[in-house]
């Protein structure tokens, strides 16, 4: 089972972009998936969880600026990123809980790194 992520670029601050994750192995819709970011010298950090019956959870910083979806028939998931800003510069990982049913995450992609610029 492979994630990979892909979609990330450079804009300037207020622009948009689109993150995907395609997943090979499973089906995408059974399980929980989540995006997770990790900024230059920080922790990484959730973006947002969407549970296996399909329902999302974002962090504050991510609520009604982002958007996950997923296309069921492609098996991949998007993570729509609206109003940018400086501090969401950073790499963009998305990440499966194949094992644990319990959203502990066992598999994550490459990464794929967003820079906002001014």
């Known amino acids: 089972v492979q994630l990979a992520e892909s979609g990330g670029a450079s804009v300037q601050i207020g622009g948009s972009l689109e993150l995907s994750c395609s997943i090979s192995g499973v089906t995408l819709s059974t399980y929980c998936m989540a995006w997770y970011r990790q900024r230059p010298g920080k922790e990484r950090e959730e973006v947002v969880l969407i549970n296996d019956l399909g329902e999302s959870t974002y962090e504050v910083f991510a609520e009604g600026r982002f958007t996950a979806s997923m296309d069921d028939a492609k098996n991949v998931l998007f993570l729509r990123m609206n109003s940018l800003t400086l501090e969401d510069t950073a790499m963009y990982y998305c990440?499966?809980?194949?094992?644990?049913?319990?959203?502990?995450?066992?598999?994550w992609g490459q990464g794929t790194q967003v820079t906002v610029s001014p």
């Open positions: 990440a499966a809980d194949l094992m644990s049913r319990s959203c502990v995450f066992d598999t």
